[in-house]
């Protein structure tokens, strides 16, 4: 089992869709969780931290459920900046390791 | 503040080299972490830095080392280079070893070995 994986893409889907994308870990012990955003031969970039409460940021919205050790992102009225690859990130061991998930492609279409 | 950059940008070197990458850390940031990226596939974590100290290491062999400087720069050094070594390496710092911030990236250095 991988230690984090992610929905398989892409996603393909219209302006103005909402769209969830999910991630599992395996390590309970895993302590921080976020989403980054990577376009297309770019570096990855913090889109939001994942706090256990849920928190939101404009039309992202982002969920931790610990006792099931998934992530999720939510996107609601899709835009077509947007579309990019989507990466589940897990810390453990204190922030020791760092672990990717492959990413989730995203289209969005006009 | 100056973000993360890397150097070089672009890389081709031929199986069996040694070659050294190298990056400077966010202004503030402590952590450095490195990371190789394949074509198509998330980043694969290979070690992070803090305080000059290697202080976490992922799955890969001994002849990816590292080094952390006192002004929190770095360098990842590859020995004895194979064709699958080929990738986009990723350099990422960050506030604190626990990354709970989140991390900054660099541009990346893309290597090729042929």
């Known amino acids: 089992r991988k230690e984090v994986e992610q929905d398989p893409g892409p996603f393909n889907v219209p302006e103005g869709a909402t769209v969830a994308f999910n991630c599992t870990y395996s390590?309970?012990?895993?302590?921080?969780f976020f989403w980054y955003r990577q376009d297309c031969r770019k570096e990855p970039k913090l889109l939001m931290s994942?706090?256990?409460?849920?928190n939101e940021d404009g039309r992202f919205t982002a969920q931790l459920n610990r006792a099931s050790q998934y992530i999720s992102l939510l996107i609601r009225d899709s835009k077509l900046s947007d579309s990019a690859t989507y990466l589940c990130?897990?810390?453990w061991g204190g922030g020791f390791k760092t672990i990717f998930g492959a990413g989730t492609r995203l289209f969005v279409k006009a | 503040e100056t973000g993360v950059t890397q150097s070089p940008t672009h890389l081709i070197k031929t199986r069996g080299q040694q070659v050294t990458l190298r990056c400077s850390s966010q202004?503030?940031?402590?952590?450095v972490s490195w990371y190789q990226q394949a074509l198509g596939q998330g980043p694969q974590f290979i070690f992070q830095?803090?305080?000059?100290?290697?202080?976490g290491r992922g799955n890969f062999p001994p002849r990816f080392s590292g080094l952390q400087f006192p002004n929190y720069s770095s360098e990842l050094n590859v020995n004895a280079l194979e064709l699958d070594d080929s990738a986009l390496y990723l350099c990422?710092?960050?506030?604190?070893?626990?990354?709970?911030?989140?991390?900054?990236f660099g541009s990346g250095t893309r290597l090729t070995v042929v």
């Open positions: 990422a710092s960050s506030l604190d070893r626990q990354g709970l911030s989140g991390y900054t």
């Open positions: 202004s503030g940031h402590n952590t």
């Open positions: 830095y803090y305080r000059e100290e290697e202080n």
């Open positions: 390590n309970s012990a895993s302590q921080s």
């Open positions: 994942v706090y256990s409460s849920g």
């Open positions: 990130v897990v810390n």
